[in-house]
């Protein structure tokens, strides 16, 4: 057996002599009634519902039995809004914890003038503090949230324009009220739009309407054109997250709960810390689950003719069988 160890771009090699094996499908290959087992269709989410009504009212639209939605939006708030469709939901969570870019329309009583707007901004950028509001469905406690950028737009004498990127979790609501009282004046969100969500911006996505048109669209003449293009593999929401490549041989295993180890290994992202979220795939790309790691990738390099765990296990996302079994019980 000969392998090769080295980087290459964003990934660290470890290639051997394992052929890809002629199962599974491939995400780009995969038929509509397969994505609508499991993919994400990015909605364009207008006033007025809340995000588990949209979720829902697609489930029923689309005739399933389960739908999941990734990052919480106002009511009134607009803007990209993942849903998730079947198997996909087991990794929606990844979604709600993405990066998030927004267009913020800030309003105050009095104007505290551009250029105190334009220093705040910069003052916070980084690291801030936060308290969900009463409304959130989470635990109200003291957490941190990074803000990236601030960029301000339009500035008159009642209202600022601004786009944000920040941390998934960050309130922008909070945000607004936050600068107000560093400015010294009362300052309220007037209006928001979530136009990025991960690796989705407000370009790819398609009001509900819209949707349940292509879906009948589809049913009623066959035609799959139109309803492929907003129907993303679940591949799609991990992008952004660190990623193990491995042997077809140790797929079945995974799929069957158990932990993945260094003998298993082909590639690995060449930024995977310890303690990160990432994803295990198939050789032909298929997400087979979600892991934790427990090395870095370049212990991974150092011990590659050794054993040892690489990742724990956290979400299996692959259905047992689709590769043939290749372990033994104890």
Known sequence: MVFLVGFSGDKLYKISDAANAPYGTPPSERNIEQLLESSVVIINKQAGPSSHQVAAWLRDSFELKLTGHGGT????VTGVLPISLGGASKVIKVMQESSK??????SYKRDPGVKKVQTMFQNFTGPIYQIPPFQAAVKRELRIRRIYEIELLEHNSRNTLFRVLCEGGTYIRNLCEDIG??????????????????????EDSVTLIEAHDMYVDWKESGDSSRISKILKPLEEMLVDIPSIEIKDSAVDAICHGADLGIPGVISVSKKMKRGQLISINSSRGETIALARATVNSEEIVKRSNSKG?????????????TYPREWKSK
């Open 309 to 321: 765990k690489v990742a724990k296990l956290e979400r299996v996302i692959m259905k047992r069988g």
């Open 73 to 76: 939006l106002d009511p009134n």
């Open 101 to 106: 870019e927004y267009l913020c329309l800030m």
């Open 181 to 202: 009282s560093a400015l010294g004046i009362n300052c309220w969100m007037e209006q928001l739009i979530r136009t990025k969500s991960g690796p989705f911006r407000i």
